[in-house]
């Protein structure tokens, strides 16, 4: 390795007579992780004078923390490497090696232990400032800090209170203490490590066991537990803090362990759960972003140049969140700083995608194009339309192709380069609406999560671009102007179907361009019983349920799931608000004023007669419900609060309201088998998606742990090769591209993924099975372990096998639509898109 | 979209069938009185039991069925229809048999018949009352979350009891040492120990406070709420053993008969065709 202490030396010297002359490169690199490495080794091929700075003593800080013996995969497959920086799928520690090699070997330039703090343009370079307070200046920055940066925060009711904090600094500050420390992994560790002896620690850890830590801490943790000096709590989750008004302590932690929930006074919280990307470091080194969302990225040009002129940023602080993807881009911008125009590795890709579209043009030439043909597209940059463009499908469709249908599940985004689709929304056959090349559709599925409102049928041969919804959602997050047109259309959208099938074209852009778009949090009301009725909710995304006070008591008589409206009942009677309608999860609704409807309802008797129908059929079934809520009443002092409306409440508040598709477990007939959970083993490759014994139970109807199919899967956001996917009919499944890194695990707020080696289990012959004989596994090797969790068995025929396997049908399956009559015994809600059931 | 158990699954669809087959047997049994006289070799006789036998070695596939994850159709359509036509292919052997009965292979097997069924029975009525008793018995808690807090107590309960005279410490540590859970499947069946020594303890307590001094007066108060908590942290471990332990024991009834039955038919068959 190159000693780099020549600059140091200078720093001090010049630092002595109080001028600082910051000791100057062509080029800083900064930040010794993949992209960082492949930047500074290429430069060192071009013989370029730079230096590379890290914050750690050892290079790759994110790889390194990976668990040991992790299999560090080399996704996407089909990217050619085209760095002097070798990568190729292997263990944590060969890949580790294998770059400690190359550094040695083109003798890096590397200064461990800098981390960088501040950075500044001045008018002929940059000025790099670091921890330690010297200065560095160049005439061009790369900046690879990667996203592990920043930390993540508690996001539970009490989350913000004072006496919870996300770092320790001075452990001896604290004596006398009960602490609970959240978070297993090595800094959450260290920190319980270091406030033993004084106080009382307890650590809480959402995973079963420490593996996840270095062996040293391991040692030290396990001895200071045998020691009796720290205490956890395993498969363990905070749900609340409360602030004590009275007592010794000044807070209660209340967290979720597998024997139920546990209550855990204390004086103080230190949360580690990993990190976010530093925004806020960012900003101040001056560096744009595209929208004020933290999830945004930085602005950059197509050659990764940010806001800031010769301060170029790549790998995943760019959003390119896999290893291979930041290597190139190290290699690429090398080149881009030397002036030299490369071609970006991904051309191999996009060519092949072209393959049987304008295959006889060039990339470039095609790309252009495709943005032409979309005014949609003339939004985006060069580098965000040859990724939107690499992560979408190319479809070619015939004259009566069906693109989807009404009530698949998909999520995508369609962009129309060429062609003519018919839009189908009723069961009358005939179109309800056409669209044309450069317009786009799907975008009310990609805002709602649920089924799709209508099919979709080329009516001329066309040429589509499909994009998965992360994508779509990730350009939202940063393109203002693209979310601004997507909204818009998506309110028209919905307008549309909920009341406007028969209005006409004017009418329709009228009400569309005075609604109003409003998010709810979970539990906040939109509207109060007796309030003054304001308008009609079109529910976008999310879903809500309508209660009224009945004896003192809130009663839940309906779920609205999205697509749907609520607030029809008043505008029709003219009387105050009916019931109270309240946010079952995040949501999002349209408003449309009271005025403006009536005014549409005076001049539309279709409208007319559809509300007032919907108006009767709700009072019936309102009328039901109460009668059956007050006959439980009767009997309730005899039995738990086992009224249908609890129930809702309770399976609410299991997640339900978010879910497409749930399992449920009736404690009554369940006769503790487990035949369910085996027959998923069986034919999941040998790991359980479920598990039938834990999860909370209320009158008898237990919410095992499984996978809910939320409508916006928490489990799908992060995850960098995308593995995560919806199928048509709303299975979320996990393919095999997953590389193991356990986003999906943290992300999911169900706890229903797991990490495990998966292993084809071969089916037992007859007499294996009469003579109870295991099968011979096929050669069991030590497979990398990925994230399992239910596919609702999408690829099984009959379906979900632990329904099936169930000899005494306590294991169902129910989507929320039929909760409310699974729970209560009528049916209905406010629709006019049809029966949502297929 | 409320769902079916196993007795009214698909609106009782093997209730009904079971009923036919029944009724036809009986009328093929009442109107057509062969020449020879009812009993297993006449015409009617070699029908019935070929029908019984088939549908034995049918009832007995069903414990292959259910462990075959991957054949299509739900589980629960065979078991209703197990346990329908199981009754149903009874009363079927019984006409087979025209009531002739003696010592010899063929009453065997129909014993044995009735020992299956019977056990079938059994096992019916406990799947359908104990789920629910066991849910009401353990809420969210799992055994073993109930074993690991009666440990703990036991632990808390111990060191307490150190600093208490040594007539409460001695009956303390006996009760944690001498309370057993469903050791035996007899006592699991049954579901209670005699003399459970942590409900003894608990009695003894109540006495047993009169001369402490004040400090331990405060430690006895606890003790006695934790002894409490730990004697119903038992009775429940207990009661979830024991419905555990009838949901499952008729099974060793059923299946090991099951495996008797099929021999011994076997060998009916075979006696009938060779030595008759
Ligand atoms: C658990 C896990 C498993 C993963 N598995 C895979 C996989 O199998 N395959 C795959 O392709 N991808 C995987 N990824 C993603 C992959 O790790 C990242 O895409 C990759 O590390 C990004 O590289 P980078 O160079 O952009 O940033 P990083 O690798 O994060 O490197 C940033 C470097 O900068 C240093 N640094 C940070 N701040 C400063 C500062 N202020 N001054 C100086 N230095 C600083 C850090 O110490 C670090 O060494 C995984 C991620 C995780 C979390
Ligand atoms: C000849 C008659 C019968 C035979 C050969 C037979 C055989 C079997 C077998 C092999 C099993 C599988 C046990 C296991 O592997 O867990 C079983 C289960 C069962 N049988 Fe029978 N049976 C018969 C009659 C009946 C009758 C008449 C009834 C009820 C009235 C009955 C009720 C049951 C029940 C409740 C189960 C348990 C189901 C389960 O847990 O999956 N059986 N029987
Ligand atoms: S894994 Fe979790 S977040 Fe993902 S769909 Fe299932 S329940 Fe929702
Ligand atoms: S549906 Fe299939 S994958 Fe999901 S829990 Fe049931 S058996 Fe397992």
Known sequence: ?838 | MQHSNIFDYKNYRYFKLAVIVILIALLAFLLFEPAVGHYGGSWLGYGLGTLSAAMVFWMAWYGIRKRRYRSRGNTQGWLSAHIYLGTAMTVIATLHSGFHFGLNIHSLTYGLLLIVVTSGFFGNYAYMIYPRLMTENMGEDSLDGLLLRIAETDKLARQIALMMPDDINNIVTRACRETSIGVSLLEQLRGFQPDCPSATVVRQLTVLGGELSLEQRKLYRDLYSIMVRRESLVKRARQDLMFRARMGFWLYFHVPFTVALLTAMVAHVIAIFFYW
């Open chain 1, 1 to 838: 390795m190159v000693t780099t202490l020549a600059p140091n030396i200078v720093q001090k010297t010049s630092s002595k007579t109080g001028i600082v002359t910051p000791k100057h490169f062509k080029l800083i690199i900064i930040g010794a992780g993949p992209s960082g490495l492949s930047a500074a080794v290429h430069a060192t091929e071009q013989n370029v004078s730079y230096l590379l700075l890290e914050a750690e003593e050892a290079p790759a800080n994110t790889i390194r923390n990976y668990q040991r013996g992790k299999l560090v995969m080399a996704e996407p497959r089909g990217l050619p490497l085209r760095s002097p920086l070798p990568f190729t799928a292997a263990l944590r520690e060969t890949v580790l090696d294998t770059w400690e090699k190359t550094i040695a070997e083109y003798r890096v330039n590397v200064r461990y232990g800098a981390k960088v703090v501040g950075l500044r343009r001045n008018t002929k370079s940059l000025e790099v400032e670091l921890a330690d307070g010297s200065l560095l200046s160049a005439d061009h920055v790369v900046l690879a800090v990667g996203v592990q940066g920043n930390l993540r925060k508690l996001d539970i009711p009490g989350g913000d209170l004072p006496q919870i904090q996300y770092q320790l600094d001075d452990p001896q500050a604290y004596q006398e203490e009960t602490i609970v420390v959240i978070g297993g992994g090595d800094s959450g560790v260290e920190n319980a490590l270091a406030l033993t002896g004084r106080n009382q620690v307890i650590i809480l850890n959402r995973a079963e066991d420490f593996s996840n830590c270095k062996d040293s801490n391991l040692s030290q943790l396990t001895d200071a537990h045998m020691k009796g000096v720290l205490d956890w709590l395993l498969e363990t989750k905070p749900q609340s803090i409360e602030q004590n008004s009275t007592g010794e302590f000044p807070i209660t932690v209340f967290a979720s362990t597998p024997n139920g929930v546990e209550r855990i006074p204390c004086h103080r919280v230190i949360a580690r759960l990993g990190a976010l990307p530093s925004r806020a470091q960012l900003e101040s080194f001056g560096i744009g972003f595209s929208a004020p969302d933290l999830e945004a990225l930085p602005q950059l040009s197509a050659h990764y140049e940010s806001s800031v002129p010769s301060l170029y940023i790549i790998g995943a602080l760019a959003g390119y969140p896999l290893i291979k993807q930041g290597i190139n881009q190290g290699y690429e911008v090398i080149e881009y700083i030397l002036g030299n125009p490369v071609e970006p590795a991904d051309n191999a890709l996009l060519r092949e995608k072209f393959a049987n579209f304008c295959s006889d043009r060039g990339v470039e030439d095609v790309l252009e194009k495709i943005r032409k043909s979309v005014p949609l597209l003339a939004m985006l940059n060069t580098l965000q339309l040859r990724e939107l463009v690499l992560e979408s499908n190319i479809l070619l469709a015939k004259a009566g192709d069906v693109i989807f249908k009404r009530n698949d599940y998909s999520t995508t985004f369609y962009l129309i380069i060429e062609g003519e689709l018919d839009v189908l929304i009723d069961d009358d056959g005939a179109p309800d609406a056409t669209l044309k090349a450069g317009e786009f559709f799907g975008e009310l599925a990609l805002v709602s999560g649920r089924r799709r409102a209508g099919t979709v049928r080329a009516s001329a041969p066309c040429v589509l671009i499909e994009t998965p919804r992360r994508v779509m959602q990730k350009l939202i997050d940063s393109v203002q102007s693209m979310r601004r047109i997507l909204n818009e259309v998506a309110i028209k959208t919905i307008v549309h179907l909920c009341i406007g099938l028969s209005l006409s074209e004017e009418d329709l852009n009228d009400v569309a361009n005075n609604a109003t778009l409003k998010s709810y949090a979970a539990g906040e009301e939109l509207f109060h019983e007796g309030d003054e009725a304001d308008g009609l909710y079109l529910i976008q995304s999310g879903s809500v349920t309508v209660s009224r006070l009945i004896g003192g008591r809130e009663v839940v008589l309906l779920y609205v799931a999205a697509g749907h409206y609520v607030g029809e009942m008043s505008l029709v009677s003219g009387e105050p608000r009916y019931a109270t309608v309240r946010a079952a999860i995040a949501t999002d609704a349209v408003l449309i004023e009271a005025g403006r409807m009536r005014d549409i309802i005076a001049r539309n008797p279709e409208i007319r007669g559809e509300l007032d129908a919907r108006y009767l059929q709700h009072l019936q079934d309102q009328e039901n419900r109460q009668q059956l809520e007050t006959a439980f009443d009767s009997k309730a002092s005899i039995a738990t609060q086992s009224t249908p409306s609890n129930l809702i409440s309770f399976l609410i508040q299991q997640g339900v309201g978010e879910a497409t598709d749930v399992l449920l477990i009736d404690e009554s007939l369940c006769v503790r088998c487990n035949h369910c959970e085996q027959a998923c083993a069986d034919t999941h490759g040998g790991a359980t998606r479920l598990d039938r014994d834990a999860g909370p139970i209320f009158a008898n109807i237990r919410v095992p742990t499984s996978c809910r199919h939320c409508e916006h899967p928490h489990c799908m956001k992060d995850c960098p090769p995308d593995a995560i996917h919806r199928a048509p009919h709303g299975e979320v499944y996990i393919d095999d591209s997953c590389i193991g890194c356990g986003n999906c695990q943290v992300n999911c707020p169900y706890d229903v993924i797991q990490m495990a080696v998966i292993h084809d289990q071969p089916e037992p012959s007859l007499w294996q099975m009469l003579l109870g004989i295991k099968p011979k596994s096929l050669a069991v090797v030590d497979g990398p372990k990925v994230a399992v969790k239910c596919d609702m068995c999408k690829d099984i025929v009959d379906g979900p096998v632990c329904v099936r396997a169930c000899p005494v049908g306590a294991a169902l399956r129910v989507k929320p639509e039929e909760l409310l009559s699974y729970a209560g015994g009528t049916s209905g809600e406010a629709t006019l898109l049809g029966s949502d059931g297929n």
